[in-house]
Nanobody
Framework: VQLQASGGGYVQPGGSLRLSCAAS????????MAWFRQAPGSERELVAT????????NYGDSVKGRFTISKDISSDAADLQMNSLKVEDTAVYYC???????????????????WGQGTYVTVSS
């Protein structure tokens, strides 16, 4: 069972990108999902997380009001709409999935059982 992240690319500051995380080899309909990112020389950072129903979403402080995570149970996809992108959003973005209670652990990378391969996002003028 794998996750495949896509949609990364190059964009100018103020622009938008939409990342998608699709499951293959199994179903993630009952999994909580998240997006993390890691910039060069930095630790992996939580971007957003969403429960398996797609009804409860949470965001890192640096992206609140600009990014939106969504989850489609029927297609096992979890998308990240990124608007008003900034240079500091440049990073490799990873999607992740986890079963279990959607509790405080959802903010931690260690909570997630399955990870996608990462997609590059570069924001530059």
């Amino acid at each position: 069972v794998q996750l495949q992240a896509s949609g990364g690319g190059y964009v100018q500051p103020g622009g938008s990108l939409r990342l998608s995380c699709a499951a293959s080899g199994g179903s993630y309909s009952a999994f909580n999902m998240a997006w993390f990112r890691q910039a060069p020389g930095s630790e992996r950072e939580l971007v957003a997380t969403i429960n398996w129903r797609g009804t409860d979403a949470n965001y890192g402080d640096s992206v609140k009001g600009r990014f939106t995570i969504s989850k489609d149970i029927s297609s096992d996809a979890a998308d990240l709409q990124m608007n008003s992108l900034k240079v500091e959003d440049t990073a490799v973005y990873y999607c992740a999935a986890a079963r279990g209670p959607y509790g405080t652990n959802r903010y931690l990378a260690g909570y997630y059982e399955v990870w996608g391969q990462g997609t590059y996002v570069t924001v530059s003028s």
